[in-house]
């Protein structure tokens, strides 16, 4: 490595961990198994580094993290909230954005309104959890007229998919039009319950996720979020689990980055040396790890 550092080095696992390869704690056991070269050397423990030094993982360069992206989308129907590309009504051929970008959830394909798109994953599970508790709000016309006791039941709970849903909160807008918002992500959520109290939903419209809105979003278009957007939504998901079981959403988190965690492998003696010392075969490389896993 370079003798000399600009006063930009950080730790080469905190390097690693930015590149979007891996945790700090994975990078701390990459460069333990000797799998880490800066600059072609070899490091076996804890190093500074500079942006403009090369590092690599068993002969593989790391490349700074892209920027990330984050788009609020006005989905009109018709539109699939898919990355399939053997759907030719999906929302990322829809977008024709330049760059890879997937979208956070879904919306069906009869709804309409906001959606968000990312290239982040880790940003996708904070989100989507139903224990985080972030808001999505929806404006919904029914069939017939609406009732004080269908408001009622709305709010309280309705039972469907073999649970009750949440509380929550409704208000009635108009003879047929309501705005609920929730904080779960139950399979067609919303149709599911006024079905179960026998209404039917013509038109669906989410207006809200967390504290950005469909505001200036005409139908169809789309733009990125605000420095003030992302600021406020950082907070928000600063405590926000992304472990829980997802297995009850209607929403499909996009696969992260972060590969899973290596063990170390036990090292096998393979020859003796004529000085009576044992070789050792190397633990296997990372790039080997992932293809088996695939």
């Given amino acids: 490595m370079p003798e000399k550092y600009s006063d930009d080095r950080i730790s080469l696992n905190k390097y690693i961990s930015s590149t979007g390869f891996c ?7 990459l460069i333990e198994q000797a ?6 050397k070899l490091i076996i423990e804890s190093a500074m580094i500079s942006p403009a030094d090369r590092v690599e993982i068993d002969g593989e360069k790391l490349k700074p993290k892209k920027q990330a992206l984050y788009i609020a989308f006005n989905k009109p129907k018709g539109v699939t909230s898919t990355t399939d590309p053997k759907d030719k009504s999906n929302i990322i051929y829809y977008l024709n954005y330049p760059k890879r970008i997937f979208p ?14 990312t290239n982040d994953g880790d940003i996708v599970n904070k989100i989507l959890r139903a224990s ?15 009732t004080a006791e ?18 929550c909160k409704v208000t009635q807008e108009s003879n047929k039009r309501f705005r609920i918002v929730l904080t779960q992500g139950l399979n067609r ?20 996720i967390m ?18 957007e992302m600021e406020t939504m950082n907070k928000l998901i600063t405590t926000s689990s992304k472990t829980e079981e997802a297995s009850h959403y209607e929403e499909e988190p996009a696969p992260s980055r972060r590969p899973k965690p290596v063990k170390k492998k036990e090292e096998r003696t ?18 080997d790890f992932r293809k088996r896993k695939k």
């Avoid at 985080?132 to 609406?146: L, Q, S, W």
């Fill in 23 to 29: 945790s700090r704690r994975e990078a701390d056991k």
């Fill in 35 to 40: 799998r880490v070269t800066v600059n072609g």
């Fill in 104 to 117: 956070i959830g879904r919306l069906d394909k009869d709804s309409e309104g906001l959606i968000f798109l």
């Fill in 132 to 146: 985080n508790n972030h808001e999505k709000e929806y404006v919904v016309m029914v069939d017939k007229p609406i």
């Fill in 150 to 167: 269908f408001i009622r039941s709305m709010s309280n709970g309705v039972r469907i998919l073999d649970t009750v849903t949440k509380k």
């Fill in 189 to 208: 959520q919303i149709r599911r319950m006024c079905a179960a109290l026998d209404y039917k939903v013509v038109m669906l419209t989410r207006v809200r």
């Fill in 211 to 228: 504290n950005i809105t469909l505001s200036n979003i005409a139908v169809g278009k789309w733009r990125h979020f605000t420095p003030a």
């Fill in 270 to 287: 393979t020859a003796t040396r004529e000085d009576g010392e044992k070789k050792t075969k190397k633990p296997t490389s990372y790039k």
